[in-house]
């Protein structure tokens, strides 16, 4: 739901994007003009860095950090880039965003080539996006004709170029190295020493930044890095931020809201709570390399900085919420991720390539019933071990396998004990025959139909 | 059976504004999949040749990645999305009912060689859960009315169906 | 110098070592996989762990991509990295197959080795394990994936390190597979090194394959003679055979890789022609007898008319105490040389080459402008190719002047250029480089030889430009080298290159020189000749004034251009003697053969390679009749002999001596009392040892004083017509000894006569067409193979031993249109 707050997701319905008219009718490319040949670049990164913007990928590493990291007498060209792999599964925040409004994060991405006296941006976006990246292309020829875009921007010295480039799909290409490798059309593995804002694509300076990092740029830019702290709900998260929630719950959806706002909140109040006949056990709060939480923590402010507080591996991540009811085996569950993690491994580094499956064959006897009483602490050594990896995949392919053995304990030696599933029944996925009762449609309210196509 | 002209002048154009032909690969591999109906051999030699590349260092890359297809499929792919939340809302079972349905198993293709069925990891439609992507385009949610009412229709429209470019 | 501690033990190490790299020099091997000396660190498999205490992030990291820093506290013994790395082996160990017993790599298997140190014992994986589908990669590498724990080093070797494309990594995951597009022979002819690298048994010796354990073997240390680099190798030998052989490791010169023509060509040792017993007139005899009845013959010949023939692939023994038996003797001096064009290189070369100029191979590798005069690296020392990649890896630029179709694992700019343009080109590349108006700064000499440099590449304007550039380049650069053949180049260029050289160190000290000489002891033949000697040997054998001529080691079948001219000389020698170990032709036509060691059997051995390094083989076994070959695969006779079959044989120099002996009544054993005083003495033409690791290069300090500082200018180039015929060596098939090799004769490819495009448009010839070459002698029947990146002007046969190439009355020949025709039908 658009918040009283909400600036990027003005327009709630997913088949209507924001065109440049609209776009610019609330505000759009007014703070590129204003910045073009009146701001200097350093000062652009300055604010940035002020308003706290942290990158929206799951690292929550400051932007405005990450852009001084650039030395300004690096070597040209350089090149922005735009991440929208979004392979995280549970995650979709990015495509609504882009299907919404495209041009915020153009606008996002001008001004990062301004600030980093970049020649050139690339957008990044995975084979399954294919509506959205078609949307992309459209609104980019929008700005052109516009002209906020291509050679001397409304007249100004600086020239800025966006190419769409389609990965062919893996979830590696979306960590910023492997990026880089599947780019240049090499295998993605992130095997890249050092910092890519010195050394990127073709050894250049280059800034990968999320999508929905850089569609907070323009507003911060015109708006100033104060309003964009305010709008936050407390000194440590600020701005806003795009929380989706899928899962059993009365309104699966993308809510911009401030950063900060209780898990509670966006479950209870923004996606209204759980479907008539389910009980809420435990939710992954930002995609597949979160650890679990229960009930108690839904006062948890959902900021980087109060999610870290919870425990050791506990994460915000995407803010992508995962809601799993009664019905469901964490078990089950979590073998699912173990399984999709396995399987996207990129296999650059042994602990990844083989642990990975390890844990999924230990899980997967545990979850057939097969599973033995030393497999627990195995399990939680293995995924201790994943610190060790070569980049961060292995470490969130552990996260939920960690919640799992240490927040579901009993649920795990249930199916040891038991030699199956204690939740085990005829039909154990609930596949409905008819519409699932009661899952509303965010834009009329109405009871959801099945939609052919979305 | 080489790509057609206009199609492969298209992509030297690319392939020579690009900052290294490579950066073209999955550009290249996507179009000659789309023109051979997979990746075929001939299709990475065809791909190799163009870009500058060996036959090897091609399937390096196109055997990485999901959405190249090393192997002939279907007219239609049907990727079915098997991960947490499409599974919570019953992906096994709607694996299996197009399995019923098609006659055949994940991986295979139907006789008529018009659909493949495989499993694709999460694609980012978890807000309608259960999802499938037929060619790239998405639906869902999945009910067994739905899916077969979007067999139908691709039956029906089959030469015009609309494919995503 | 950082000085870290290493589990409690303190060492000092150079800036930039790699922690793991510092624990070696304590004696602490890490456990590694993916770490190797030549290929860096990229920290995969994660093996390396060690706990860090001090100077680092506090925890385990890899001790491969840490580099050493002052106060460094490291703990390879800490109960959390040794955990760790027990998680990694049983990682690397779930899908590894039982294949122990049946895998070459036992025994000598690093992934064994690891296993153990890492403690890993039962597999408790529940799965099953994965399995692939191997591929046939050619004659000299055996597949097997299923042993593969994806440390990535085949790649990082192939294509990172020798730049060849056609083996990767493919798939994902724990799915990996390593190998190429589909079955079919690797193309670097650097394949057999992946046997090395692998840590496993995916890649394991395919002619060797199920011959031995390594504790089998009787093993040494060894060099290869296939070339004049001097790579070192290790060989393996068993029952009196040899086996296989082995890199090893040494910075100078070939650092931790051979390649396949020097890994695979031993096998010319076991050949079953093999000369094993003293042979008079074509009959076996005892050895006693064959000395006897050499030493009697040469007794009754007046000194004067003995000629001796030695050759540049005998040891430096072998060669010293020929020299010296002629002289005690009051015999003439022996050649080394048949040809006499070579000698003059090959003299010229060693001659000019002294401590400031002389560079190796290891340091080749930091050149940043290489200047290749005459040379095709791949076909005739394959290993300077793979020296030229790593510098070009670290930014040089590469230029090869030269005619063939020269074809480099990187990108290099070829100037192809016919031979009598080659100087003419590499001197106005040359004269680029220098600024005219710093040339003030040179001295006279040498400003002199500036003025006189040619300024335009007349013969081509179009190269004008591309030699602007370069020598644009050369000027900048602080560390050229420049790389002279003495194959394909004129007699004079080998002197031209030293004064080019001499001439670039007028404005960089970093400038110098590096030759390709003929054979593995080229330039210990080229010290024991002095320039003055008369250099036919032909024309001496023609006089008809030598009653008897003697080779040791010299099969002038093989190589001599006119095969008519040498046996109508060979005719009127009245008394030929031969000591080889080769079954060559020679030893097919003379009266007395004395069968001698390779290098691999009984005694140690010195070669002296192309900059002057001399090292030393050591013998693998005793020698004889490969027990295999005794017993015709069978069981040997279960009898006793008080003597080794075939094991008459003995060293070259061991040889000599004794029909020194023989013939001179003398006590033997004199005749090597000299070489060491000769290296180290004044009187000698050298004047000192710069003594080096991993050999000494025997090369004298500084420059000869009475060596003019000469330049020939080449304005008039003699304008010749028709094509000229080039004979060039292959990587496979040309060199002797090799092309004795049952294995390396799988690498072969059929010979071809090579053509520019424009000739062949002339004479309208195609691609793959069966050409008759009329040479003086008789015609040549080979097919033809249209090259675009050769030189216009001539044409190229490889002197390839399945071609009866021997058909021409002088080594520079011209082939007029008229000479080159179609013809169908079998060769």
Known sequence: MAGSQSFILHNRLEHQTMTLDEYRRTGGYQGLRELLNHEAPENIKKTVLDSGLQGRGGAGFPAGKKWQLLPDDAPHPRYIVANTDEMEPGTFKDRLLLSVNPHTVIEGMIIAGYANSAQKGYFFIRPSYQQVALKFEKALSEARAGGFLGQKILGSDFSFEIVVHRSAGRYICGEAKGLIHALQGERPHPNIEGHLTEEGLWGRPTIVNNAETLAYVPHIVRNGAQWFRDLGKHDKAPGNKIYSVCGRVRRPGVFELPFGTSLGEIIEEHAGGMLPGYEFKACLPGGASTRYLTKEFFHVEMDFESMSKIGPGHRLGTGAIMVFDHTCCLVAITLNLIQFFARESCGWCTPCREGLPYMEALLAAIARGEGEADFLPRLQEMCRHMRNAYCAFALGAASPVQGLMEDFEDEVKAHITHKKCPLEHDDPNQWPLQPMPGIEDLETGNERHPSCPI | ?165 | MPNLIIDEREIEVPKGTKVIAAAERLGIMIPRFCYHEALGSVGACRLCAVKFIEGHRKGIDMSCMVEAKDGMVVSTTHPEAVAFRKFIIECLMLNHPHDCPVCDEGGQCLLQDETVSGGHGRRRYPEKKRTYEDQDLGPFVQHEMNRCIHCFRCRRFYQDFAGYRDLGVMQIGHREYFGRFESGRLESPFSGNLIDVCPTGVYTDKPSRFKGRRWNFERGPSLCLHCSLGCNTTGNARYREMVSLEARNNKAVNGHFICDRGRFGFDFANHVDRPRTARVDKKPVTWQEGVETAARRLRHIDGQKVLCLGSERCSLEAQWSLKQMCRNLDWPNPHFFVEPEIQRKVTTAVGLLDETLAISMGELENSDFILALGVDPINEAPMLALAMRQAHRRGSTIAVVDPRPVSLPFSFSHLAVTPDHMDLCAQVLVQKAFDPRSAGNLSDEAAHVFASLPNTYTPNPDLQGRLKDLGQKLGESLKPVVVCGTDMVRPHTPGLAAHMVRFLREKVDGARLFYVLPGPNAFGAGMLTSPEEPGSVLEILETGNIEALILVEQDPFWSYPDRERLEHALKKVEFLLVLDYLPSMAVEKVQVVLPTCSHFERSSASFINHEGRLQRTSPIHRGGTPISQVSGGKHPPRTFLDHIPGGDAKAAHEVLAELYGAVSGEKEGALLNGLQDWLAEKDAPLKGLSHQKDGIRVVPEGVLEDVVFSWRKSETIPQKKGLELLLTHWTFGTEQLSAHSRPARKGERAPKLMMHPEDARRLKLADKDRIALSLDRGEVVVELEIAPNMAPGVIILPRHRKLQWQKLKEWRVMVQDDGIRKTEGPK
Not at chain 2, 18 to 40: C, D, T
Request: hydrophobic letters at 40%; aromatic letters at 8%.
């Open chain 2, 1 to 165: 059976m080489m790509l057609p002209e206009d199609k492969r002048e298209q992509l030297q154009t690319q392939i020579l504004e690009s900052e290294a032909p490579r950066e073209e690969a999955i550009n290249v591999m996507f179009a000659l999949q789309k023109h051979y109906g997979y990746l075929s051999d001939e299709a990475v030699s065809e791909a190799a040749h163009m870009l500058g590349m060996t036959t090897l260092e091609i399937e390096e890359l196109a055997t990485f990645y999901d959405f190249l297809y090393r192997e002939p499929v279907g007219t239609y792919v049907i990727h079915v999305c098997d991960s947490s939340i499409c599974w919570m809302y019953g992906e096994e079972t709607v694996m299996d009912y197009l399995s019923k349905t098609l006659a055949i198993a994940p991986g295979e293709t139907t006789a008529d060689g018009l659909f493949t069925i495989l499993p694709v990891c999460c694609v980012g439609y978890c807000d309608h859960a259960p999802v499938m992507l037929i060619n790239g385009k998405p639906y869902g949610p999945l009910t067994p009315d739905a899916i077969d009412s979007i067999l139908l229709d691709i039956r029906l429209n089959h030469p015009e169906c609309e494919e995503v470019k």
